[in-house]
Each structure stands twice: as C-alpha cells, then as structure tokens.
C-alpha cells in the first residue's frame, strides 16, 4: 500500500469539494431550521452578588485586609451555592412561586420535587476578576422563571454559606429584573456549528471510503505493481445530450471517428495504436487480443477505437467480435449480426458474407454472429485457426474484441494465435484483486501479455490520486460516422 502524504489528502479533499460543501450547506441549514423552528426561546437574568470575609462593620482590620479576605472565600462560595441543599431549598421556593406547568416545563421533576441538577445547570456562576464580586446568571425557557432564580438564591445563599463556611457574607445591592428579549438559541452560532459537523463527518468519511477503497487510480501504480507497461489513457467522455429518458444507451458506443468525440480523447487512442506497435515489435504477426477482467470494463468499445486508429494509417484492418457470449460489435457500428464468426468457423457461411466491409474507411468488421453453445470449443478449434491464418494475409492489423478473463478462459485459448494481448482497466472501478486473478490466469496460460489500457479517467484535475493530465469518464452516446448512436462498452 502506497504511503500518502498531506500532499495527497489535500487532493484527496479537493476532488471531493463539491460533496464536502454540498454537505456542509446540508448541516448548516439543518442546524439552522433545527434552532431557528424547533428549539424553545431562552431567556436570560442575572445579578452580582459582593463577598465581604467579615460580618461586623466595626471590626478592627483595613479594608484592604477585608477585601483581600474576600477574594480568597469567592471560590469556597462558588462551590457552596452549586451544593444540592441549595438548590433543594430553591427548589421549594420556586414551587410554591409558579404553577406546575411552568415549573415542568423549565425543570425536571421527580416525586414532586424539582431534581437539583436540573436547576443547577440553568445557574452560572462566575468570579469578577480583581473583585470579591461573583456574577450570578440563570437561562431558562421563561423570563419570569430566571429572574425568580436569581433573586430567590439571593435570599437563600447567605444562610447556606454561613453554615457552610462560618465566616464572611455575601450580600446584593439590587434584584434581578425579568429581560423579554430571548438569548436563545443562538441559531447563526448553531448553524455554523452544524456546518462544521456536517464538514468533520463528511471528510472523516471520505478517508475511511478512500482507505478502504481498492479500486485502481494510478496509472504509475498499476504498472509498477504488475511490471507491465500502461500503452494508454482515456479520459472519460460523456455526451448527456444524446442520453435517452434520462438514462444512458446501454446499445450505443462512442467512436472516434465521430466528430463529436473529445480531440483528447481521439489522440488517447493514437497514442494507444502508437505503444501497441512498439509492443508488438518486429513480429510478422500482427493480430492483437483485447480483454478486461470484468464485464463493462470498456474493453469492446476499446477495440473498436484502436481498429479505427489503426485504419487511419492507411492500413487494412478487421475487427473481430469473438465475444460470441454477449456481442456488441455489430450494435456498435450498426450492422447485421445474423452471419459471422460463429457461422463462418464451423463453415455455414462464407467470409465475403460474413464481413462488413469498411464499417469506418479502412476498416472491416467480422461481427459474431449467432451466438453457439460452446464458444471456447470455436475459439480453440483448428477452424478458427486456418481463418486467422487467411486473415493476416489480408489485413495488416487484427484487432479481436473477446470476453473477460475473469468470466470466462476464451481470450486465452488463442494466445498461441496472436501477438499479445491488451488488458483493459476501468479507472476506479476495476480492483487490484481482480486484476490479480486476471494475471494469474495469464501467467498459468503463459500468455503475452502486451500492456494496460487504463480506462474512463475522471475529468478532475483535483483527483486524490491520478496525476497525470487525463481524467475519466464513461458510458456516453453519440454518433458515428453513419449517424447512428454510439456508446462506451
């Protein structure tokens, strides 16, 4: 497993803007409308309270002793008016100063009395700094209720911290007065709260999909992991517009040929036509196999481009759908499919009857005719060898769309017939534990295996991974060169 750097969470995170912020809008607003329509109002009261550390004026001591004395005993005071007596005492008093309705609706009550807790954690109480003064606030959901609190603990307080401490007084000037304006909730403070939550969950979320994510997104990784060259990159492309009821034509596949297909897109497929050559070699055979481990991997759809990219060096190509188990080929560009390779191993056909010819200028298609019940036993026969022996005196390029190693062993009962063979990966989608199982069954069939095609590159210059100039896309329809639709495999 690759180590990642901040470098890479950052990407990681930016390809992934779009989600984060759409769910952060999601937590903010639901916080809002949470606080704003939900939560009840809260009201605020409050009063000082002055701590003095002697109880008789006339006592002999400075007042700078006095005060000083009196600094000292705010913390022991503090703790004494949070203690569960006083707030048992204040309990009565509220009782008998409201109805049951308010008192229930601002407290807990329990076997007829006000649970304590419930009326300490209304009460906050803080020290004035550089003063022997303590600030005594109280919020509940009733003005009258908070401003009733403050001014009952003021009566009770000093007989408590007498009691308590046996020394020193606490005493007010004023009483707490009933504030209508509500303190609460703060709905901008909760919004932006519930922003910042939606944010930490989102992005924890995306690491821990990312950190279980096995699927392939770096073209350098996958080459270094398996020793094999990456003849290629296709960014994905994707034409919405020509999309039927909203869903995408699963009969359609994108050609480049097409003159709505992206210019990169098209120079991906001549790139890929220029490292299959070099793969390839000096060998006099010229005839290449393209697979994928799985199904929808975009391994038809790549064939076809690399038959036309062929084509357009001037060179004779045929393309051959020996996928006689799910064929596309002949809906690709649009043909007949009632006589083809099938037909044509076992002799019910003719080759001038079975090929299309110049499906795109150059370029000749053997479709796969009716689908037979033992497609490996075609495949491995003789028949079909004796035909790719005719063929490569015709055509300078063979290009055999067949289906997934990892379904079926049909691609490689031809390995001794061709060059190599091109794998075909679908970006973040295909696994590195399929791709193993792919090679495996490779290397057991001692197979050439020519390079990687990397497939549907997302178009995301911030991806978390891929690095390279291309993104992937897939699955979109247009047109080919006859005007009919065509789509991603």
């Not at 109480?125 to 003063?131: E, L």
């Not at 080459?223 to 009969?251: H, Q, S």
């Not at 056909?349 to 075609?378: M, Y």
């Amino acid at each position: 497993m690759n180590k990642l750097t901040i470098k890479d969470f950052i990407k990681l995170l930016m390809g992934k803007i779009w989600l984060i912020l759409f769910f952060m809008i999601i937590g903010g607003v639901a916080a809002f409308c949470y606080s704003k329509f939900m939560l009840p109002l809260q009201y605020e009261s409050h009063i000082t309270m002055y701590v003095q550390s002697y109880t008789n004026v006339n006592e002999n001591a400075s007042n700078t002793n006095n005060i000083t004395n009196s600094k000292q005993l705010v913390n022991t005071y503090m703790e004494v008016l949070r203690d569960d007596a006083v707030m048992d005492a204040l309990g009565e008093r509220l009782m008998d100063m409201f109805d049951q309705d308010t008192i229930e609706s601002n407290f807990t009550i329990s076997n007829r009395r006000i649970v304590p807790s419930s009326i300490r954690k209304t009460i906050n109480v803080t020290s004035v700094a550089d003063t022997s003064a303590l600030k005594l606030s109280v919020i509940t959901k009733n003005p009258n209720v908070s401003a009733a609190v403050c001014n009952a603990l003021t009566v009770i307080a000093p007989k408590f911290v007498q009691d308590a401490v046996g020394v020193g007084s606490i005493n007010t000037i004023d009483k707490a007065r009933v504030y209508n304006n509500p303190v609460g909730p703060n709905v901008k403070k909760n919004a932006f709260l519930g922003a910042a939550a939606a944010f930490f969950l989102i992005v924890f979320l995306i690491f821990i999909f990312d950190f279980f994510d096995n699927t392939i997104k770096e073209a350098d990784v996958l080459g270094n992991k398996y020793k094999k060259a990456i003849l290629g990159e296709v960014n994905r492309f994707d034409d919405p517009k020509k999309r039927k009821g909203g869903r995408k034509d699963t009969e359609s596949r994108m050609l480049i040929s097409d003159s709505q297909t992206p210019f990169n897109v098209s120079e991906s497929y001549k790139s890929i036509r220029t490292n299959v050559m070099f793969a390839m070699g000096t060998s006099d055979n010229k005839m290449v196999v393209v697979s994928s481990p799985n199904p929808s991997d975009g391994k038809s759809t790549t064939a076809a481009n690399i038959a036309i990219a062929f084509a357009q060096t001037d060179s004779r190509v045929l393309l051959i759908d020996a996928d006689m188990r799910k064929p596309v080929q002949h809906k690709t560009f649009k043909v007949k499919n009632t006589d083809g390779l099938s037909t044509l191993i076992i002799k019910k056909s003719t080759t001038a009857k079975c090929i299309r010819e110049n499906v795109v200028e150059g370029l000749d298609l053997l479709p796969s005719g009716p689908t037979p019940p033992n497609p490996s036993e075609l495949l491995a026969s003789e028949n079909f060898a004796e035909l790719l022996n005719q063929f490569a005196v015709v055509y300078d390029y063979i290009i055999i769309d067949t289906p997934p190693i990892n379904v079926v062993s049909d691609a490689l009962v031809m390995n001794n017939l061709v060059n190599g063979i091109l794998v075909v990966i679908k970006h973040g989608k295909t696994t590195f534990d399929e791709v193993d199982n792919c090679m495996k069954q490779l290397d057991l069939a001692q197979a050439n295996m020519l390079g990687f095609v990397m497939n549907e590159i997302e178009q995301n210059r911030h991806s978390s991974y891929y690095k390279s100039k291309y993104d992937y896309s897939y699955g979109e329809s247009v047109k080919n060169t006859k005007g009919s639709e065509v789509n991603a495999d």
